[in-house]
């Protein structure tokens, strides 16, 4: 057996998921944001098959969290694109300080 | 140093890399490409851990589908060319910080909690397994989830077409 440990993965999935809230905070573009989301989410999901493998082999609860965390993953950007194109057609940018028609 | 550590620390570094470089890469296109071998990094690590069914669901569902229909967004968005806006200097420069405290945060609470297996014989990982567990309706069964997530994906679907539908304005 290698000597790859629980903590190794877990150090992994951090690094993932600040560089994913990284590109969240910093990028301008609404596409650029949702693949950001897309880093943290998969983060988390290196979490859950981690703590499966090394703690918990008797069970498969990781395995079915992690799949139903990548099922709705889909449906969010699918719906999130869809967004995006709507509001491409009226105001022809995906800049996040262009969608300011809700501003007070 | 064997030859898996190995693998281990290439896939980390493939997944990482391509983490970075898509969220600092200044083309968009460019971007869902380095995305793309990053998700490919995450299911080698899947495979590393001998998860197969999840790395394949993570090869078809992230590497088909979500960054192909990303891909399509960007053509019918922006186009391939064209460099984005530059991040605001003083806010990518808070927001690493804050990344990098957040970091060490965690990798503090990492190095000191003692994580305790349970000695248990595992149970396997083989499809079979997982198939008839999220189909059962007793204790451990994933059967509610199951059908909750069909119909959160039927939803999704119809909201999808609703919102992004070409409305036809007849006067």
């Known amino acids: 057996m290698s000597d790859i440990g629980l903590s190794h993965f877990l150090i992994v999935s951090t690094m993932l998921f600040f560089i994913g809230v990284y590109g969240f905070l910093t990028r301008r573009n609404m596409i650029t944001m949702l693949m950001s989301i897309e880093l943290i989410l998969n983060s988390c999901n290196i979490n859950f098959i981690a703590f499966n493998k090394y703690l918990f082999p008797e069970k498969l609860d990781g395995t079915f969290f992690t799949l139903f965390t990548i099922a709705i993953a889909a449906a969010e950007a699918a719906v999130a694109i869809a967004i995006i194109i709507n509001l491409y057609r009226q105001r022809k940018s995906i800049d996040a300080e262009d969608a300011d028609s809700m501003r007070m | ?171």
Request: aromatic share 12%; hydrophobic share 55%.
């Open chain 2, 1 to 171: 140093m064997s030859a898996s550590t190995i693998i281990f620390y290439i896939l980390a570094a493939i997944t990482l890399g391509g983490a970075i470089l898509a969220v600092t890469s200044p083309k968009i296109f460019r971007s869902a490409i380095y995305l793309l071998f990053s998700l490919i990094g995450i299911a080698g690590l899947y495979f590393w851990m001998s998860y197969e069914f999840i790395a394949a669901v993570q090869v078809v569902v992230y590497v088909g589908g979500i960054v192909v229909l990303i891909i399509f967004s960007i053509f019918l968005t922006q186009g391939s060319g064209g460099d984005m806006k530059d991040p605001i200097k003083v806010r990518s420069l808070f927001a690493g910080l804050a990344c990098l405290a957040g970091y060490c945060l965690v990798y503090y609470v990492i190095q000191r909690t003692p994580f305790v297996a349970s000695f248990q014989q595992s149970i396997g990982n083989e499809v079979k397994t997982i198939g008839e567990q999220m189909l059962s309706t007793t204790e451990h069964g994933y059967l509610l989830p199951f059908e909750v997530v069909s119909m959160l994906l039927l939803a999704a679907m119809i909201g999808c077409i609703v919102i992004a539908i070409k409305t036809r304005t007849t006067k």
